[in-house]
């Protein structure tokens, strides 16, 4: 271990410690990347800085006062970007590339945006950088590779020796690079660059080598099963499998009729509860919801034939249609399913908090799953078919569906076994994967940083021909529709069921009053996809355990069922994504956008939780983040009282915000109306 601190010695590095850092990486041998068709060192680095946000005469502005980076076991702290720019073009020397990771490089690249000349900036939407070239050096982001943040990261997938600090940094204090920083807070800093050295460590267990690590993190899964899936060793299966992938081509037309039917989980409550504080609730899960589909339901299998007027039987086909409906309203007291923003055309609409009670007129893009749904829950005068693609429909081919079984499988098995935790983790977010690889878009716009950030809007003719056309395809755009659809179709089925008693709605979850003729309804439900297991097994002649492996505990886990997940003393929501409750006698909540404790801190009963709750910035734990991309040229004075003169090219502000629960006025007014109208029908 080699510590370097350039602000001890002259602001830069000596000749010395040039040659050693030049002689230390290149005695490693460099590794070769059939995949980028070039050399890598197989060194694990990393970058980290820490940033002071204040204002200058009123305005916002942001500036490094200390950055770390690590070589291996090389660690260099420095003040100035200078001094890091000087140590950058030390690595440029290098005769082959080197990958530099950063924890969230989106937040550090608006630092350094202006510092360097850029090859190449992959972002997945804008500010949100994946990856950045400059010559031979590559930041990349581990964040967008975990999923998470590095305390989060070092919990799952780190050794109990590298964990995040917290706490160590106040980080209201304002500093720049002339204030005195004491070995603790230096500490601070590099421990987190060390932490992602040691999580990077983890992802070398299975992949080897530093260039090999997948970019994203469903690209992880989307390898495993790629190379599974196109696996040339058993040549029959390979032939089969990219037979049928080969097969389903999509047309720039059909595709836009997809994008248009995908939606996501059904999240939502009923009007009739909103606000109220109920009583003995209990919760539901369908277990794995997702993988369950996949495993169990019939998708598009063939290519798509264009259709108008006559809707085929769906008996054979599954179909996605452009379709009008004249005068139509709900005929379920207790919720409503269609989501207005996915109308492309909506006349006149009565709405309950983004889903539509009743309109003159709407036209909208659904499966034929959604279709089914819809005459379910609403009544309408007139049903115009437009047109739309069918496809034969069939299981998911065999591979695909082992590699689902596998994730499955281990996750039930090495879930709470303390020494199988890497392999929980990683079969766990394998099996979470396999549905967000089904639906990443296959048309995204192409996202430029050219000094500023643009977006180009992508060809579509060109981008399906290149997705028809792909070689290592192994996926269909179509399947993950179809997912979504599958298990909206089983939530909203039942929800309908349960009616009167039903509550609240999240994805894969139902929230309804705990009565013996709502279990009844779970119950019949889960016996019929037992059977459904079945028959399924059968058909696919596979021995039907398969679907219900065994916990450490020797209990049967069975996919796809809806799971009791106990009861909630009182339960009480204000709008999607914003619901409290006391479940064993404590006090909680889920509000998106905040965390669940500044609320339990506030609010100390369910009855102060309403419209309008207000928490300080100073109590919130949330941050406001402000781009900055002009640059700032003025006089800091820190907090012990030293100025110093800062330019900074770019940076990212930080601060503290207030949060506040709003629901919309609409919506209030409308439960409000509907409660009226309740009350005088009775």
Request: overall charge neutral; hydrophobic content about 35%; some cysteine.
């Amino acid at each position: 271990m080699r510590y370097i601190d350039l602000n001890k010695n002259a602001g830069s590095l000596t000749s010395d410690e040039q040659t050693y850092i030049l002689s230390y990486i290149t005695q490693q041998a460099p590794y070769y990347s059939r995949k980028y068709k070039t050399r890598y060192y197989d060194i694990i680095c990393s970058f980290d800085i820490e940033s002071t946000s204040t204002y200058h005469n009123n305005e916002k502005c942001a500036f490094m006062y200390v950055w770390g980076l690590c070589i291996d076991n090389i660690k260099i702290v420095g003040r100035t970007w200078d001094q890091f720019i000087s140590v950058i073009n030390l690595l440029k020397q290098l005769p082959h590339n080197l990958i530099i990771w950063v924890h969230n490089l989106s937040f550090e690249f608006n630092f350094i945006c202006h510092l360097f000349e850029w090859d190449k900036v992959f972002a997945l939407e804008e500010r949100r950088v994946c990856y950045c070239t400059t010559k031979n050096i590559q930041f990349r982001c581990s964040f967008i590779l975990s999923g998470c943040s590095l305390a989060k990261t070092c919990e799952l997938y780190c050794p109990p020796e590298y964990q995040k600090k917290t706490g160590d940094l106040d980080y209201g204090l304002i500093r720049h690079y002339k204030t005195p920083l004491s070995d603790k807070e230096i500490n601070y800093l590099l421990f987190d660059v060390i932490c992602v050295q040691a999580y990077i460590r983890y992802e070398l267990q299975t992949y080897k080598h530093v260039s090999d690590i997948p970019l994203t993190k469903t690209s992880k899964v989307r390898k495993y099963c790629k190379d599974y899936c196109l696996a040339k060793k058993d040549r029959d299966k390979y032939f089969r499998y990219k037979g049928i992938i080969d097969s389903l081509t999509l047309e720039a037309e059909e595709y836009k009729y997809l994008k248009n039917a995908f939606a996501g989980g059904f999240t939502h409550g009923s009007w009739s509860k909103q606000g109220k504080i109920i009583n003995n609730v209990s919760s539901y899960d369908l277990c794995s919801a997702y993988p369950a589909q996949m495993l169990l339901r019939q998708f598009p299998m063939s290519k798509g034939v264009y259709f108008t007027s006559n809707l085929p039987n769906t008996q054979d086909f599954c179909y996605v249609v452009k379709v009008g409906f004249y005068n139509i309203i709900t005929s379920f007291f207790y919720e409503h399913i269609i989501s207005k923003h996915k109308c492309i055309k909506c006349d006149n609409p009565v709405v309950d908090n983004g889903r539509i009670i009743s309109a003159d007129y709407i036209e909208i893009y659904v499966t034929d799953i959604d279709l089914k749904l819809i005459k379910m829950y609403y009544d309408f005068e007139k049903l115009i078919i437009y047109d739309g693609y069918k496809y034969r429909k069939n299981f998911l081919p065999e591979s695909f569906r082992e590699c689902v079984l596998k994730f499955y499988n281990d996750k039930t098995v090495y879930k709470g076994v303390e020494s199988e935790k890497d392999r929980y983790m990683l079969a766990k977010e394998n099996l979470n994967s396999c549905y967000g690889m089904s639906v990443t878009d296959i048309c995204r716009p192409e996202i430029i940083f050219d000094g500023n950030w643009t977006q180009e809007s992508p060809d579509i003719s060109k981008q399906i021909d290149i997705y028809n056309n792909s070689k290592t395809r192994f996926l269909s755009y179509a399947w993950g529709v179809w997912v979504t659809t599958y298990t909206r179709e089983i939530i909203l089925t039942i929800i309908h069921k349960i009616g009167a008693d039903y509550i609240y709605s999240d994805t894969d979850s139902i929230k309804a009053k705990k009565t013996e003729r709502v279990q009844t309804i779970i119950n019949e439900f889960n016996n019929k996809w037992i059977e459904r297991i079945k028959k399924t097994s059968d058909v696919l002649s596979i021995n039907s355990e398969v679907f219900s492996p065994l916990t450490p505990k020797g209990v049967k886990k069975t996919i796809g069922l809806l799971e009791y997940e106990g009861d909630y003393e009182k339960f009480k929501f204000l709008r999607a994504k914003c619901y409290g409750y006391i479940k064993n006698n404590v006090l909680d909540f889920t509000v998106a956008g905040i965390n669940h404790k500044p609320l339990q801190d506030k609010i100390k009963s369910l009855d102060e939780f309403s419209d309008g709750v207000h928490i300080e910035s100073n109590d919130s734990l949330k941050l406001c983040h402000t781009y900055i991309d002009d640059p700032f040229d003025g006089d800091i004075t820190d907090y012990t009282g030293k100025t110093a003169h800062i330019y900074s090219t770019s940076g990212v502000h930080l601060e503290p915000i207030d949060f506040q629960i709003n629901i919309d006025p609409t919506y209030s007014e409308l439960i409000k109306s509907l409660y009226q109208k309740e009350t005088s029908t009775l």
